[in-house]
């Protein structure tokens, strides 16, 4: 009874004891019998495999994340994290993440347009941006390069009427 019975039983304890100990999930239990007992191991076992092999999963997306979290810390934002994981609680911070780059990259390409229009002297066009948190640095670079337009136009609008009233002093 023991040898059939106990011995497997505490084998199999044991192997749980070890891994919550542990939080190995790599320590897997040998298997000694084909009975019962043997089936039960292996289904721990592959358990065990399954969230080793979940683990192994989001290590990817969480490692890629950094990757591209870093580009997008130095201004690189055509990159999303494309990694899946089974674990709906990463899948939605990547989501977040990527939506959080897309978005950005967005308001970077209005703010592009319309610099250069500026470089072309076309300065009809402000620089307006939807769904931007007020007082955060977005709403401040706006309101900063609004100001560089406003005084850019009265600086042009200044040489302008200078300039027309040195012509008509120089005719007369």
Do not use: C
């Amino acid at each position: 009874l023991k040898q059939v019975v106990i011995s497997p039983l505490d084998n199999l304890n044991n192997g749980i004891i070890n891994l919550i100990n542990s939080t190995d999930t790599g320590s897997k239990i040998s298997i000694k019998s084909n009975d019962e007992i043997g089936t039960i191991t292996t289904n721990f076992n592959n358990y065990l495999q399954s969230i080793e092999d979940g683990i192994e999963q989001d290590m990817k997306v969480v490692n890629e994340a950094q990757r591209v979290l870093q580009r997008v810390g130095n201004g690189w934002y055509s990159q999303n994290i494309e990694s899946n994981s089974n674990n709906r609680s990463l899948n939605e911070l990547k989501n977040t993440i990527n939506k959080m780059i897309n978005d950005t990259k967005d308001r970077f390409l209005v703010i592009n347009g319309v610099l250069a229009k500026w470089a072309n002297l076309d300065y009809r066009d402000s620089i307006v941006i939807e769904n931007i948190e007020k007082n955060g640095v977005f709403e401040q670079m706006i309101k900063d390069l609004e100001v560089l337009r406003t005084s850019t136009v009265k600086m042009l609008s200044d040489n302008k009427s200078n300039g027309l009233t040195l012509q008509t002093s120089s005719t007369t």
